[in-house]
Structures are given as C-alpha cells and as structure tokens.
C-alpha cells in the first residue's frame, strides 16, 4: 500500500526550510525525516520512536487490520507516507484519505484528534497533527464495506477509546493485540476463561467510550450467541450504531456483534462494546456455554493477521535507516 512513512516535527520542518509557514498541505510532499529506533516488540506489535528532538512514535499491529499508528505526542509533526505504484489515494474528508490497490486491496488513513489529512500533489498522503494526535492506518486485505466506514467515522471523530484483537494461532495458542486512540486511556484484554475474553478499559475522563473487540469463534465459542457483562452486570445489546452510541452518558452499557468473516476455519465477529461511563470498567465477552479456566487454549485454526509481524519489523527498519541516512 505504501513504501515509506516519514515524520518530522513541524518546528523542523519550517526551520530547515522543507515547509513554508504559508504553505498548503498538499504542498508537503517531502521530509527529512527524523532517525528512528526499535523501542519495544512483542508477538503481535512492534513500536518505533523517534530520535532527536521529535518526541514521535510509530507502532505496527499485526492484527486483522494490519494497523499502524503514528502518534505525536507533546510536539505538532508532520507526516508524509509514500504510496507504492499500483496504490492510489482518494481524499474522503479533511480526516480521512483511502488507499486502494488493485480490485480488493483498500486501507485507510484516519486523523484521531487535531489535526488533517490530504493526497498531496504528488498523488502521495500527507497528515499535519497538532499535539497529542494520532494518524492511523487501517488495511483491509479483502476490501472494505460499509461496517468498515462506519467504524472509521467512530475512530476518527474520537469515539472509540481502542480496538482488541484475539487471534488463533495454529495449535490453538491465543494472541491477544490492543490499539489505542484516545488519550489518558488504557486497554487490556485476556483469555480469562474457556469461550470467555475479559476486556479491562480504563480512562483518567469520566466520559465514556466505544472499544471494539474482533474475537475469533475459538475464543467465544459461537458467534451466534455472544452476551457481555460490564462490571459484572449484563450489557444492552443494541443493533445500530446509533443506539450503541446512545448509550455513551446513559444509565447502562450496551454491546452489538457484528460478523466479519463466516469462514469456518477462520470465522470472527467484532464485538463493540459501548462503555457509558469511566474510570476503569472491565467487559466479559463470552457465550452461552462459558465456563471453566483452561485459559481458552482450546481449538484449532488460525486468524490471518493483517501484514504479519517480520514484514512490520523489517518495514520499520528500513524506515528507520531510511530517515537516519536524510
């Protein structure tokens, strides 16, 4: 989809004379790029940051949607990724750009936060993001449909805190990936039980937030009979987007299953589970035949994840290389 991702903090940008202060975004089709180096990986993310003076980070996912995160932290940054030649963009609003290559193969650049986003005149993607902004990439391997959007909308006008992926491996081994969207949030999950994934979400902000959860059918169960408790009460299930979103300030928390894969093997199910209100709240998600505490490493099958993680590590390497040789 692309071939580099640069970030360079907007003072450096303007003081090196790369970007006028006048100047249109799409006029940005060019960086330095600051150096980068390998932070921290684990089985299923690898994050990056960046060295010098820009206090950026960069995290790759390798989840069902392949997502990578490029946060801004305490400094306004500016960010150029080059598309790759069978990849074009299309702008879908000052915080959306899509990305498509070929017949099925889409993704989508979504601004979290302040900031704005643009197919430069290159034809290339170029983000401004003010301080504590993100600017995030979301693939879709098999092509995206309306679920997909409305998704994208929640994440970009800040209403989902983070996403969950629970993945199976061959073997039966269970991956567990989060992502995370707003500020001052944190998002962890578990393989508490046997068909029983427990989601803790905590927030420094009382307002509440969506956290969307892709399970795996090794995970739950069945995807046909999905409940969700939140702090141990039973959550609303609702079947819009618009009544999950109600519920964001109201009396209860409330959840909708949507299917996303009916492939046997690897059949999956994105849970969004709206949380009314925070501090710290934690979600079970499991089936009607829950039970026992064999840790869910029960099954067989895997989830196909996004890019896969040596192909994210080896990207982000040379990106790294790539930014340090400018």
Known sequence: MFESVKVQSQ???????????????????SLEGAGLSLASQTQAK???????????????????????V???????QYVVANLSSAAEASQESDSQVSVSAGESTQGTFIVVGDGTVTVNENG?????????????????????????????????????AGEVYVMTQEGGKKVVDTVTY???????????????????????????KIVITSVSKQAVGTLSDIS???????????????????????DESAYMVKQTSS??????????????????????ISSSDSGGDSGGDSGSGASSPGFGVVAALVALVAIALYGRAQ
Do not use: C, W
């Not at 003072?11 to 089709?29: F, I, K, M, R």
């Not at 299930?237 to 964001?248: H, M, N, P, R």
């Open 11 to 29: 003072e450096s940008a303007q003081s090196s004379g790369l970007v006028g202060a006048t100047a249109s975004l799409s006029a940005v089709t």
């Open 46 to 68: 690898a994050t990056i940051s960046a060295s010098g003076s820009s206090q950026a980070k960069m995290k790759a996912h390798d989840n069902t949607h392949g997502i990578l």
């Open 70 to 76: 490029v946060s801004s932290n305490d400094q306004s």
């Open 124 to 160: 290339d993607v170029t983000a401004k993001l003010g301080k504590n902004s993100k600017l995030v990439f979301r693939s879709y391997p098999s092509g995206k449909d309306s679920e997909d959007q409305k998704q994208e909308r929640m994440i970009s006008q800040g209403q989902v």
């Open 182 to 208: 707003t500020q001052q949030t944190t998002v962890e999950a578990k393989q508490s039980a046997e068909n029983t994934v427990t989601v803790t979400a905590e927030r420094t902000k009382e307002q509440g």
């Open 228 to 250: 969700v408790t939140v702090d141990g009460s039973a959550a609303a299930q609702v079947s819009s987007y618009s009544a999950l979103k109600g519920a964001i300030g109201g």
């Open 263 to 284: 492939a046997s093997a690897n059949a999956r199910a994105d849970v969004l589970v709206a949380f009314n209100h925070f501090s710290e709240r934690t979600a079970k």
